[in-house]
């Protein structure tokens, strides 16, 4: 059983398309969160999501928009999209109460934009 | 706001040597965490060892060992043996500890190929 699953791994789309991904954890985390890794392997936060509730929005363009309808699930949908938006999208969860707190990670979602 | 150095792009090492990743963070606080995450062209992230800012031992994990000096906020990791399968992106990354904080910021990574 995989613990944190993304759906799907690679999409490819043209510029102005509007996509959605998908993120679902197993381990009966409570925190999940969107990052994003450019070209250059950098990981940036995007979003995080403690039961439901927003709490971590960085910097990024109205465009993306996280939708987290229970604390098992965390998607990401991204409208009008652009170039620089091709990247891999990664899915996180970890539990705020443990010791480190440490994330456990989906295995990306690699978009194109076209 | 905390930031995490990875000065070294790339690194290679021979199989079966011992090679040392640097990390340096930036920060105010007294209480946090700090991870590496190892990348291997599979793209999955996986956690290699992690350690707690409180903890003056330095955590161990197998072939891997950090070198956390917290005075000089450094935070290396220590790759024992390598192996062909050590061969991957590894990026160290600082969580801060206060109010369970819930973000966890990363540096640039270092990619480690191991000649064999």
Redesign the interface.
Known sequence: DTAVSQTPKYLVTQMGNDKSIKCEQNLGHDTMYWYKQDSKKFLKIMFSYNNKELIINETVPNRFSPKSPDKAHLNLHINSLELGDSAVYFCASSRRTSVAGELFFGEGSRLTVL | AQTVTQSQPEMSVQEAETVTLSCTYDTSESDY?L?W?K?PP??????VI?Q?AYKQQNATENRFSVNFQKAAKSFSLKISDSQLGDAA?Y?C?Y?SGLG???????G??T?LHILP
Do not use: H
């Open positions: 965490y991870f995450y990348q599979s793209r999955q992230m996986i956690l992690r707690e992106m990026f990354a969580r369970g904080g819930d973000k966890i910021i990363f640039k990574g990619r």
